[in-house]
């Protein structure tokens, strides 16, 4: 029986490693920096992560099932420009915009789910089509230009305070919490781990399977377009250009949060963990007066290194 | 041990293993002469696998020294174990899906031009099909090996061990997917290897064969020697004990039960290249099986009757109510469960934990309105499983990737049983399990037979079929060309139904 008790310590090692590397990241820079643990920059970090933090939710739902949503930097510009669009002072009341950029995610996002689901394509191929196809639809929307002169309530959102704490924090926070409640307490939750770890043993255990994964890349395309309602309200303007690359970011805050590509294993709090390791990271290196240009580096160098901690850790396992 | 290692073609002394502290080999000493079968017996986790990973250097051992030859040998990776005469066919297949037979016989040793790294394709093409030719076995050697179903990948692993020409073969359960044609042609292959002095380590659950093949038998339990004796001076039940400890009575025996009303009735149900007008029965309480040789049919009949695969005719009736399968979700929904012939394939999420797979195909009944899971309720419920089926784990939180494979099955079966079938297909469900986990899957069908389950069973171990089930029913080439009742059962002439003779 202690070859088991040797499992489970695995498991506990393989599991917080991760914190355990940001509690390491957090007090190296404030050595580095006393300017680090000030509250305000605290606050400014956790600002700084909130839209890909909130993709990176989304994306933790789609990684799980051993796919890959790179479309939604494009869909959060979709998001962005058709929620704009309609916030100009004295036009629709907040929550119009808000829900319109949701729906236009979510539609994008069922359309990804069917390809990929119904007709079995590859999700790199499907999203890759999809992140073109978006960001050329906010183009046509926009003819190409920014969209400006947004009301006071919809700059709210981005740049807003309650008690404190930035309203798209307490945006972020809200999406997370939701996230960790559907992945881990529901039964669609325990479904989108069943899916990446084996698909079809769960559909020969009669589970509709498409529709899990439908839902997932749903989820992942309606927390774009809420991302884009945050960062355009943010910058106060709508622009079809925005959001270029920031799939990239969302896929690497889920992988070093311990969320394996191939599906099956993972969770969100390891994906907020990752998001803030890159924040924390990007951050430090400003205080520690880094040009970004090293930082791009230093960030692909940590992704790896992470994946690489974590390959190592799961093979203990079996 | 009077002979000394000069007398061995592989010498195995006082080897130890250790995995995280735990010990999987204890010492363990084997001793294998040139030209012998010697058959390598123990229970799922005894350590033989360990033993031989460890021969064939993807291990490295702990403790003691390996001779061959009389010669202190180091085998730190694979390759050194071919390059000192040692292959193996292994239990899991290795091999590349998307590439051909041939390629995958050949793959680390293709045959160049010359010295250059040029594949030479027509000399490829004659050696393969020398090989081919000379172990009796007809595969297409052009055929991707993704195509091929699991008995045909099984003969490749076979060919491709045996290309290596080397001194010391392997052999880990290596007709656990094939029928008993195939099995004689393996043994015909073995023979031949023996007579040029080639030595065969071969390991099975399967008692039959050993005592037919096996020269020598040694037997490991919980990672400790037990004995080797010649295979002649065993019997099934002097074998079991020293593999179990204990007496094991009777394979198994079949207690009388009530049968009643037609569960499942299938008419003429037939889908192109696979099978046609399959029509047969089973009643509440009644087991029939389904014998026949690989490629016969059998779980492409089930896989088309579960809704895995479109038919093209036919009709099923559910308790005497017609009923339309277009997918496995129609197949729960009327009561059915399968348990699939690959069960990492097909059964198991290999990912998860034991928690998690056996609630899969129910968990709905965990849930609240808001599709919450209910985890105190959840909880019991797996506990439960784990003491019915005697699940041997740590917890229902340990991954079932770390379970023995006769575990593993306990959780496919429990993740069915959840779903309260009233018809249950199992497809070759003892495959690759020891025996004292057969034992229990066969009460296990008893049990659900008596509580009047129509239970449909495929299997390729006669004694299986034999001591389970009310009716036998054949299939060659995708036709019934049998249906026995248990009164009339006899081995030879299912076996002939099975090679194509029709008996009426």
């Given at each position: ?232 309200s943010r910058v106060m303007s709508g622009s079809p250009s925005t959001g270029q690359g920031l799939e990239l970011d969302a896929i690497a805050a889920v992988v070093i949060g311990g969320t394996s590509l191939s599906g099956g294993v993972g969770s969100i709090t390891g994906t907020i963990v990752g998001a803030l390791i890159i924040g924390v990271m990007n951050n430090g290196l400003d205080l520690l007066n880094v040009s970004s240009y090293w930082q791009q580096i230093v960030k692909g160098l940590i992704i790896v290194f992470a994946v690489l901690l ?9 | ?324 399968i277009n997918s496995p979700t129609d197949a729960v929904k009327h009561g059915m469960a399968l348990i699939s012939e690959d069960r990492k394939l097909k059964g198991l999420n290999l990912k998860g934990s034991v928690k998690a797979n056996i609630t899969l195909s129910n968990l709905a009944d965990c849930c609240n309105i808001w599709e919450v899971i209910d985890r105190k309720k959840e909880n019991q419920i797996v506990d439960e499983q784990i003491k019915l089926l005697n699940i041997k784990a740590s917890g229902r939180n340990q991954l079932v990737s ?16 959840l779903t309260n079938p009233e018809i249950l297909i199992l497809d070759e469900p003892t495959r690759g399990i020891d025996i004292g986990a057969k034992q229990e899957v066969y009460k296990i069908i008893a049990r659900l037979a008596q509580q009047g389950k129509a239970i449909i069973l495929i299997s390729s171990e006669m004694p299986e079929l034999l001591g389970l089930c009310d009716r036998i029913i054949v299939l060659h080439k995708g036709n019934i060309t049998g249906n026995f009742s248990r009164a009339n059962f006899n081995s030879e002439v299912i ?10």
């Amino acid at each position: 029986m202690n070859f088991y008790a040797n499992i489970k310590k695995q498991q506990i090692l393989y599991r917080y490693g991760i914190y355990f590397a940001f509690i390491v990241l957090v007090a190296a820079i404030s050595i580095g920096s006393p300017s680090f643990f000030k509250l305000s920059n605290i606050i400014n970090i956790l600002r700084q992560i909130s839209v890909n933090g909130i993709l990176a939710v989304g994306m933790t739902f789609v990684i799980i099932t051993a796919g890959i949503d790179l479309s939604v930097g494009s869909i959060l510009a979709l998001g962005a420009v058709v929620a704009t669009s309609m916030a100009h002072p004295g036009e629709y009341p907040v929550i119009v915009p808000v829900l319109s950029a949701l729906l236009v995610g979510l539609c994008l996002g069922v359309i990804n789910g069917y390809f990929i689901a119904k007709k079995r394509l590859a999700p790199f191929i499907v999203t890759l089509g999809m992140m073109t196809i978006a960001r050329g639809m906010a183009l046509v929307y926009t003819d190409g230009r920014p969209i400006i002169n947004l009301s006071d309530s919809y700059n709210q959102i981005g740049g807003g305070y309650l008690l404190g704490i930035p309203l798209p924090v307490i945006v972020f926070i809200i999406v997370l919490l939701l996230g960790i409640f559907v992945l881990n307490y529901t039964r669609f939750g325990r479904y989108v781990y069943a899916v990446g770890g084996n698909e079809l043993a769960v559909k020969v255990s009669g589970i509709n399977t498409s529709r899990i994964i439908i839902r997932t890349y749903a989820i992942s395309g309606a927390l774009a377009g809420l991302a884009g309602v945050v960062l355009s309200s943010r910058v106060m303007s709508g622009s079809p250009s925005t959001g270029q690359g920031l799939e990239l970011d969302a896929i690497a805050a889920v992988v070093i949060g311990g969320t394996s590509l191939s599906g099956g294993v993972g969770s969100i709090t390891g994906t907020i963990v990752g998001a803030l390791i890159i924040g924390v990271m990007n951050n430090g290196l400003d205080l520690l007066n880094v040009s970004s240009y090293w930082q791009q580096i230093v960030k692909g160098l940590i992704i790896v290194f992470a994946v690489l901690l974590d390959r190592k850790a799961k093979k203990q396992l079996v | 041990m009077s002979l000394t290692q000069q007398d061995y073609i592989l010498g195995i002394e006082k080897v130890s293993k250790s995995f995280s502290g735990v010990k999987a080999l204890d010492e363990v000493s084997l001793y294998i002469k040139p030209g012998e079968v010697h058959a390598l017996m123990g229970e799922n986790g005894a350590g033989k696998s360990t033993l031989m990973k460890i021969v064939t250097g993807i291990y490295q051992k702990d403790e003691g020294e390996i001779f061959i030859d009389g010669e202190r040998a180091i085998i730190k990776d694979p390759k050194a174990a071919l390059d000192l005469g040692i292959s193996m066919i292994h239990q899991e297949l290795n091999q590349i899906v998307d590439m051909t037979v041939a390629e995958n016989i050949f793959l680390g040793k293709e045959p160049c031009h010359g010295r250059s790294h040029v594949i030479n394709r027509r000399k490829q093409k004659e050696l393969v099909r020398s090989l081919l030719h000379h172990t009796g076995i007809s595969i297409n050697p052009n055929a991707r090996i993704g195509d091929l179903s699991i008995a045909e990948r099984q003969m490749v692993e076979i060919v491709k061990a045996v290309s290596y020409n080397s001194r010391i073969i392997i052999m880990d359960e290596p007709t656990s997917a094939i029928t008993d044609k195939e099995v004689a042609k393996l043994f015909g292959i073995i023979r031949n290897l023996t007579s040029k002095g080639v030595a065969i380590i071969y390991i099975s659950h399967k008692m039959d064969e050993i005592f037919e093949i096996a020269d020598t038998v040694t037997v490991l339990r919980d990672g400790c020697y037990v004995d080797s004796k010649p295979a002649n001076e065993l019997n099934n039940n002097s074998l079991i004990r020293l593999m179990v400890g204990r007496n094991i009575n009777d394979l198994f025996l079949k207690e009388a039960v009530n049968v009643g009303k037609p569960a499942l009735e299938v008419n003429s149900l037939t889908k192109k290249g696979f099978f046609q007008n399959i029509s047969f029965k089973v009643c509440q309480g009644e087991v029939v099986g389904f014998a026949g040789l690989m490629g016969a049919g059998r779980t492409e009949v089930m896989e088309t009757l579960f809704g895995i695969m479109r038919h093209d005719n036919g009709m099923v009736k559910i308790n005497n109510k017609e009923v339309v399968i277009n997918s496995p979700t129609d197949a729960v929904k009327h009561g059915m469960a399968l348990i699939s012939e690959d069960r990492k394939l097909k059964g198991l999420n290999l990912k998860g934990s034991v928690k998690a797979n056996i609630t899969l195909s129910n968990l709905a009944d965990c849930c609240n309105i808001w599709e919450v899971i209910d985890r105190k309720k959840e909880n019991q419920i797996v506990d439960e499983q784990i003491k019915l089926l005697n699940i041997k784990a740590s917890g229902r939180n340990q991954l079932v990737s770390t379970l023995s494979g006769g575990n593993q099955q306990k959780v496919v079966l429990s993740k069915w049983f959840l779903t309260n079938p009233e018809i249950l297909i199992l497809d070759e469900p003892t495959r690759g399990i020891d025996i004292g986990a057969k034992q229990e899957v066969y009460k296990i069908i008893a049990r659900l037979a008596q509580q009047g389950k129509a239970i449909i069973l495929i299997s390729s171990e006669m004694p299986e079929l034999l001591g389970l089930c009310d009716r036998i029913i054949v299939l060659h080439k995708g036709n019934i060309t049998g249906n026995f009742s248990r009164a009339n059962f006899n081995s030879e002439v299912i076996m002939s139904a099975a090679m194509g003779q029709h008996q009426d």
